[in-house]
């Protein structure tokens, strides 16, 4: 697991990350189980990550409105392939963003991320906005966590033997800043074909 502090330019992001959620507005998804979740979600790229009864999965379409996801902003895509390439993975080409919306009080319990075909690509994680913590056990749910604090800018990349750890965002605390106000944007890329 690679922590790249400061990496990303939230000023850079900020305008192409309103348009992509113009087109696909942040959402509630709903579990396999039935639960509503707490953090709103939206995509870009060829596909996008859905959870529903049916399941967890990548959609080409929006389930909101039936139209293909916005296209992913070349400043995106350049952003996580110079990230992962940092971390030494050198033939990540992401072909979906998951956008996360958090808000005070809002968290992301432990979860592996594992809807791609292959686990070979890193997951790169981009935070931007208010400070969150985020938190990891390995490769069993249970056991020891480890806490790493991430703030506006800060880019995590986690492949190897990391790719498949259960992490989560701990409940974020209230907060401002000066581009994103009290939201919390996590911008997930993965190579899910």
């Known amino acids: 697991m690679f922590l790249l502090r400061g990496f990303a330019d939230s000023r850079q992001l900020q305008p192409e990350l309103g ?3 113009d087109t696909a507005p942040p959402r509630s998804m709903q579990t ?3 639960f509503q979740m707490s953090v709103l979600l939206s995509n870009c790229g060829r596909v996008g990550w859905v959870s529903d009864r049916r399941g967890y999965r990548y959609s080409p379409t929006d389930p909101n409105n039936g139209l293909a996801w916005p ?3 070349a400043t ?3 952003l996580a392939t110079r990230a992962a390439l940092t971390a030494g993975f050198d033939s ?3 072909d979906v963003c998951l956008i996360n919306r958090y808000v005070p009080d809002t968290q992301m319990g432990l979860h ?3 809807d791609e075909a292959s686990f070979d690509h890193p ?3 981009v935070s931007l906005g208010i400070d969150a913590r985020f938190y990891f056990t390995g490769l069993e749910r249970k056991g020891k966590s480890t ?3 991430l703030s506006d800018g800060d880019v995590m990349v986690f492949g190897g033997p990391a790719r498949l750890y259960y992490h989560g965002v701990r409940k974020i605390k209230p907060s401002i800043h000066p581009l994103f106000g009290s939201v919390r944007w996590n911008l997930t890329f993965r190579q899910a074909a």
């Open 71 to 73: 296209a992913m902003p």
């Open 32 to 34: 396999p189980r039935g």
């Open 147 to 149: 806490s790493i604090d």
């Open 92 to 94: 990540f080409e992401p």
């Open 112 to 114: 592996q991320d594992r």
């Open 76 to 78: 995106f895509r350049s």
């Open 123 to 125: 997951i790169v994680s």
């Open 19 to 21: 348009r992509v959620l």
